[in-house]
């Protein structure tokens, strides 16, 4: 077995031995120019987000709120009529097509979910002509 200390090395080998352990000191300048080269990246200003990426990121948005508004928008070709007060009924016309029969009727069936406090103050109702 060999060692690092055996005089019969092979030429890479008597090579590596003859350079040393590897370790080898920089130059006397070499961290005076380190430092300078620290201190002067560190005065450089900061890299900003280019225009062409501000750009493209403006476009992404235009894109992305353009197609949240289609797919959002109500659909207005099964060609409904919308909803307005115009077009619904009153409450009057809606009382006057049932009969007065079925309202009695719907009162005697429900007497107990009504408040007693209603017969009191809407008596008239029920009886006009008195």
Not at 12 to 38: H, K, M, V
């Amino acid at each position: 077995m060999s060692s690092n200390k055996d005089p019969n090395l092979s030429g890479p080998l008597a090579d590596l031995q003859r350079r040393g352990d590897g370790f080898r000191t920089p130059a006397p300048d070499y961290f005076e120019a380190l430092a300078e080269r620290s201190i002067e990246a560190g005065r450089q200003p900061a890299r900003t987000i280019s225009t062409n990426r501000q750009w493209l990121s403006l476009a992404a948005s235009v894109v992305l709120l353009f197609i949240t508004t289609v797919l959002l928008w109500p659909d207005t070709a099964d060609n409904r009529p919308l909803a307005n007060e115009s077009q619904q009924p009153t409450s009057k016309a809606l009382l006057a097509e049932i009969d007065a029969s079925d309202i009695e009727a719907y009162i005697a069936d429900n007497l107990d979910n009504f408040e007693t406090e209603l017969y009191a103050t809407e008596f008239s109702n029920f009886y006009p002509n008195e």
